[in-house]
């Protein structure tokens, strides 16, 4: 079945650095989506992407779509503590709707 | 504009009893989904519900079922409980076919 890798598995960060993750499909997706989850919280929604090549940005996030439709990319400029959390991938597993995911990057501030 | 509201947000049951978790879904919204999160892994598909019908399922036992109600609310059961259903259980709604889904806070079901 399809797979969604995301790289790396978690990252530690300073505040004012910038980051970036990664994603990767077995399959080709016509549509990417990013999502943040807190500790007991449901994952929120952060950008959604549907075209190969486009690049959006909400805040100080920006994703992409790479071009081979098989990855997508999610950068966060100058983080702050707030950027904490998970960040999943997701893609659609089927032609309704349905979601499958990644295992998520995790991002913990550095000691 | 309300988000997507579950209950309860915590349970405790004993293994082998059965289990109703409900979900209200964004105003403006037609579709919910149900998706369990594993400690530590992203949330699996379970199954789907549109106009009151299971649209698609995951790879879930028929232990899981659920209802979708006309004002477009939902429940998910879980029958004959198992350990390993123990996770954090999340409703998303969406609107149509639409693959932008928002997510409720989950309930987190501990089975003992």
């Known amino acids: 079945g399809q797979q969604l890798n995301q790289s790396p598995q978690s990252m530690f960060i300073q505040e004012g650095e910038d980051v970036s993750m990664n994603c990767t499909s077995s399959?080709?997706?016509?549509?990417w989506l990013w999502y943040k989850q807190d500790p007991g919280e449901g994952p929120v929604l952060l950008i959604a992407?549907?075209?190969?090549?486009e690049l959006t940005s909400n805040g100080r996030l920006t994703a992409q779509f790479g071009i081979t439709r098989k990855d997508s990319f999610l950068n966060i400029s100058a983080s702050i503590p707030s950027d904490v959390g998970i960040y999943f991938c997701?893609?659609?597993?089927?032609?309704?709707?349905?979601?499958?995911f990644g295992k998520g990057t995790k991002l913990s501030v550095k000691p | 504009d309300a988000g997507v509201t579950q209950s309860p947000t915590h349970l405790i049951k004993t293994r082998g009893q059965q289990v109703t978790l409900r979900c209200s879904p964004k105003?403006?919204?037609?579709?919910v989904s149900w998706y369990q999160q594993a400690l530590g892994q992203g949330p699996q598909f379970i199954f789907q519900?549109?106009?009151?019908?299971?649209?698609q399922r995951g790879n879930f036992p028929d232990r899981f079922s659920g209802h979708q109600f006309p004002n477009y609310s939902s429940e998910l059961n879980v029958n004959a409980l198992l350990l390993g259903d123990s996770a954090l259980y999340l409703c998303?709604?969406?609107?149509?076919?639409?693959?932008?889904?928002?997510f409720g806070p989950g309930t987190r079901l501990t089975v003992t």
């Open positions: 992407l549907y075209k190969a090549g």
């Open positions: 998303a709604s969406s609107l149509g076919g639409r693959h932008e889904q928002y």
């Open positions: 997701a893609g659609p597993g089927g032609s309704q709707g349905n979601l499958i």
């Open positions: 105003s403006g919204h037609d579709t």
């Open positions: 399959s080709i997706f016509n549509t």
């Open positions: 519900y549109y106009e009151e019908e299971e649209r």
